[in-house]
T-cell receptor, first 115, second 113 residues
Framework: EPEVTQTPSHQVTQMGQEVILRCVPI?????FYWYRQILGQKVEFLVS????????KSEIFDDQFSVERPDGSNFTLKIRSTKLEDSAMYFC?????????????FGDGTRLSIL | KNQVEQSPQSLIILEGKNCTLQ??????????LRWYKQDTGRGPVSLTI?????NTKSNGRYTATLDADTKQSSLHITASQLSDSASYIC????????????FGGGTRLMVKP
């Protein structure tokens, strides 16, 4: 069964540095998402992306964050000037369509640790 | 504020037993409700998706119910197996913002032999 893959599985970065998290969505999917889960807390929506544009974003997704689909397969989340509170598990997801009842398929996440 | 609350926070049952997990939500306007299973160290995996017009949906030994009037949902697991040990997360979608999911905190289920 096709899977969403995320790299790296664990990223350790010094505070203030930029980090790029990478995702390869399922190949025929058109909608892409990023979520984060701070340790011990709920999963939180960050952003959805379709047709090379952000379609929805939460209040968490401020100017520190950006997303990009640099080629036909990768979907990236960039965090500029990382802060300690950015430490979390970041999940990428994709769906075939954008209707609200489409299942979203999640990757296994990148654990981001900010020192 | 849109919220999804789940109970219990954690649950231990013996292999072969049934269990029911609860979810209450205050999301409005409601679009659909999903249940996900999340194994430790893995991403969530979709179990069911229900719109407001659906009362029940099954996926193997998993049966979800939805009462859109009381804004409650349950996930019933039948004849539990050791592999059912995971977190079960209730997720609600807002109408016209269908890709923006609101997650509950999950119920951590442990199935013991």
């Amino acid at each position: 069964e096709p899977e969403v893959t995320q790299t790296p599985s664990h990223q350790v970065t010094q505070m203030g540095q930029e980090v790029i998290l990478r995702c390869v969505p399922i190949s025929n999917h058109l909608y892409f998402y990023w979520y984060r889960q701070i340790l011990g807390q709920k999963v939180e929506f960050l952003v959805s992306f379709y047709n090379n544009e952000i379609s929805e974003k939460s209040e968490i997704f401020d100017d520190q964050f950006s997303v990009e689909r640099p080629d036909g397969s990768n979907f990236t989340l960039k965090i500029r000037s990382t802060k300690l509170e950015d430490s979390a598990m970041y999940f990428c997801a994709s769906s075939e369509g954008g209707r609200g009842n489409q299942p979203q398929h999640f990757g296994d996440g990148t654990r981001l640790s900010i020192l | 504020k849109n919220q999804v609350e789940q109970s219990p926070q954690s649950l231990i049952i013996l292999e072969g037993k049934n269990c029911t997990l609860q979810c209450n939500y205050t999301v409005s306007p409601f679009s659909n409700l999903r249940w996900y299973k999340q194994d430790t160290g893995r991403g969530p995996v979709s179990l069911t998706i229900m719109t407001f017009s659906e009362n029940t949906k099954s996926n193997g030994r998993y049966t979800a119910t939805l009462d859109a009037d009381t804004k409650q949902s349950s996930l019933h697991i039948t004849a539990s197996q050791l592999s059912d040990s995971a977190s079960y997360i209730c997720v609600v979608s807002v109408h016209n913002a269908g890709n923006m999911l609101t997650f509950g905190g999950g119920t951590r289920l442990m199935v013991k032999p």
